[in-house]
């Protein structure tokens, strides 16, 4: 049996991305995208076969931004039950501008699998602490 997306995350992040507009400025961006194959840190995530993602996120005057993404995955794990097909993705972030060309990044990312990938559950967070 597949898991649905229903942690406590996943529904406040829904709540902010709702009403956040209403309570100060912000610029929505969303996106949906087809692959040929969802290449991710070396391996594929899609067994080498096309993927659907789709991306919505704000991005406040502040340097704050929340949002989340969406892909198909196919880890080739077809022996084992209750196998993933969704990756989830809520994340948040600050953005900070250091100087003209040079910004600082703080962000986490909540990856959220709607079933297990080889067996076992697999949800896990990441973060970020990037200068570019």
């Known amino acids: ?41 070396g391996y594929s995530k899609s067994d080498k076969k096309p993927s659907i993602q789709a991306n919505i996120d704000y991005e406040f005057k ?5 949002g989340s993404f969406l892909s198909s995955v ?9 196998r993933s097909k969704l990756e989830f993705r809520p994340y948040v972030g600050y953005a900070y501008r250091i100087a003209r060309d040079w910004r600082f990044n703080v962000e986490w990312n909540r990856y959220i699998y709607n079933g297990n ?13 990037v200068t570019h």
Not at 16 to 36: R, Y
Not at 62 to 66: A, D, E, I, M
Not at 74 to 82: I, P, T, V
Not at 120 to 125: E, F, P
């Open 117 to 129: 990938i080889f067996g076992r559950q697999a949800d896990y967070n990441e973060f970020y602490f």
């Open 74 to 82: 196919n880890f080739a794990d077809h022996s084992f039950e209750n």
């Open 1 to 41: 049996m597949e898991k649905p997306f229903n942690n406590l995350a996943s529904l406040l992040l829904f709540l902010l991305l709702s009403f956040s507009t209403a309570i100060c400025h912000a610029e929505l961006n969303a996106s949906l995208t087809g692959t040929t194959d969802y290449f991710w840190r």
């Open 62 to 66: 502040t340097g704050f931004y929340l």
